[in-house]
């Protein structure tokens, strides 16, 4: 009788011990999921933005379109020889500060 009062016993210490050990260990969490609605996507880089002339006036070009993005209410047969050509060139403008000082000169 004893033997099996031991033998019951350190079957309850170590049913008890497994369930412990079993409560202890977190479970595991899944990784939330980004609906496909919602999902980022990267864009293509930014155009190059120039500034040049079109059908006399002063013009933003956007990347490779020959069509300007928006024309300027000022011709250019206004300005010195110089700016003239640097306009039918195109002066490259890397960023809307830039934009905006150019403009500003040009139109002064």
Excluded at 54 to 79: H, M, Q, V
């Amino acid at each position: 009788m004893e033997h099996s009062f031991l033998a019951t016993l350190c079957a309850i210490v170590i049913t008890g011990a497994a369930v412990f050990a079993a409560m202890a260990i977190p479970e595991k969490t899944e990784e939330p999921k980004i609906p496909e609605e919602t999902a980022v996507f990267v864009s293509e880089e930014p155009k190059t933005m120039v500034l040049g002339a079109f059908e006399g006036k002063l013009a933003l070009f956007i990347g490779e379109s020959p069509y300007p993005n928006r024309i300027f209410d000022f011709f250019i047969r206004n300005l010195p020889p110089e700016d003239q050509n640097l306009l039918s060139e195109g002066i490259v403008v890397s960023s809307e500060k830039e934009l905006e000082l150019l403009l500003e000169d040009f139109m002064s």
